[in-house]
């Protein structure tokens, strides 16, 4: 199956700066999902992409997937105490079944 | 439809035990999936379900864990004979089935085996 490699494992920004976190893969994806889990909390979806160098964008989050669809980064710009949380990649494979990557953990101190 | 809902949030048991879980999804969703999440790691597939149909299951399940959705709605979670590896978040979640589509989880039951 499919293993998806995240980093950075830990961010810790000032409020206002930027955060960006990567996601790898040794094999081409179909598509890519992104969720947010926010301490204590479950996963929420946030973006799907699909197509080679994608990039879509959510207010201040911008998902990008890469030429070769083996790679994909998450940036958010002027990050803000709600932004903390754990943010996953996650590799769609057959059946809709998700592998996950194991999270980049944002704290922003204000 | 107020989503995923999962039962119990939290269960403690003792290792040996038997425990069960339930996991009531979206209503119009035929796809239900089972994860299970350790600390500092991203949820990980156990198993998943099209309609009543039990179509994959992952090599992590052992032969003590059984899941099944008789009626095609809500499904339940049984792990035999706990042990203290089974220590986990385990996370529900349903989506329609076709390509390309986002997966709702629920709440999760964290299980605690001492």
């Known amino acids: 199956g499919q293993q998806v490699m995240q980093i950075p494992q830990y961010q810790h920004v000032q409020e206002g700066e930027d955060f960006t976190t990567y996601c790898n893969s040794s094999t081409t994806l179909s598509n890519i999902q992104w969720y947010k889990q926010r301490p204590g909390g479950h996963p929420v979806f946030l973006i799907q992409l699909v197509k080679s160098g994608e990039v879509k964008k959510q207010k201040r989050l911008t998902f990008q997937f890469g030429e070769a669809k083996k790679n994909s980064s998450l940036h958010i710009t002027a990050t803000q105490t709600t932004d903390v949380g754990t943010y996953f990649c996650a590799a769609l494979e057959y059946g809709n079944k998700l592998v996950f990557g194991a999270g980049t953990i944002l704290r922003v101190k204000s | 439809d107020t989503g995923v809902s999962q039962n119990p949030r939290h269960k403690i048991t003792k290792r040996g035990q038997n425990v069960t879980f339930r996991c009531d999804p979206i209503s119009e969703h035929n796809r239900l999936y089972w994860y299970r999440q350790t600390l500092g790691q991203g949820p990980e597939f156990l198993t998943y379900f099209q309609n009543e149909a039990q179509l994959e299951k992952s090599r992590l399940l052992s032969d003590r864990f059984s899941a099944e959705r008789p009626k095609g709605s809500f499904s339940t979670l049984e792990i035999q004979r706990t042990e203290q590896g089974d220590s986990a978040m385990y996370l529900c979640?349903?989506?329609?089935?076709?390509?390309?589509?986002?997966?709702?989880f629920g709440q999760g039951t964290r299980l605690t085996v001492v």
């Open positions: 979640a349903s989506s329609l089935s076709g390509g390309n589509t986002e997966a709702f």
